[in-house]
């Protein structure tokens, strides 16, 4: 289960009132789906799952994965952001995941093709690839799952 606190500030003359609102989301993931491989981990900078749909680059504490072909739509794109934009979902040193701005594309041509079941592990970075997609989670606990029918933050 999923969940995430959003602040909502209301403002007054007299006082500032604070509510947090839980909104708990439940990814759509075969029970067990993310237990640890029974194979060696890897240590792959690059990869992508067979199929080539998906691929990540992972070092200095930071993921990114990118999707080819995906069957939902991605968050509405900010204002801000110019560049290509719902393909790619990134995870820093700190803080939660989130989609990134343009940049390159995380799917490599020469990455490392690992198959469903094998886990890919760099610094604090692990990544476990899957027969539906790819779980990326740091030791902060902080992660996503990328699919080709869905995606989920946390």
């Known amino acids: 289960m999923t969940r995430y606190k959003t602040h909502i500030i209301y403002r007054t003359r007299t006082q500032t009132v604070t509510k947090t609102v839980v909104k708990s989301v439940r990814p759509d993931?075969?029970?067990g789906a993310f237990l640890p491989s029974k194979h060696p981990e890897l240590a792959?900078?690059?990869?992508?799952i067979t199929g080539s749909n998906i691929g990540c680059?992972?070092?200095g504490g930071t993921v990114r994965c990118g999707i080819q072909s995906r069957a939902w739509a991605a968050?509405?794109?900010p204002s801000r952001c110019k560049a290509s934009w719902g393909d790619t979902i990134e995870l820093g040193n700190h803080g939660l995941p989130k989609f990134a701005c343009g940049g390159s594309n995380a799917i490599s041509t020469s990455a490392?093709?690992?198959p469903a079941g094998w886990d890919d592990k760099v610094g604090n970075v692990t990544c476990q690839i899957r027969r539906f997609g790819v779980g990326c989670f740091s030791t902060s606990?902080?992660?996503f799952m990328i699919s080709r029918t869905g995606y989920s933050l946390y």
């Not at 792959?44 to 992508?48: C, E, P």
């Open 112 to 114: 490392t093709v690992i």
């Open 29 to 31: 993931v075969p029970v």
């Open 75 to 77: 968050p509405v794109q």
């Open 141 to 143: 606990h902080s992660g």
């Open 44 to 48: 792959q900078s690059s990869f992508t």
């Open 57 to 59: 680059e992972i070092g």
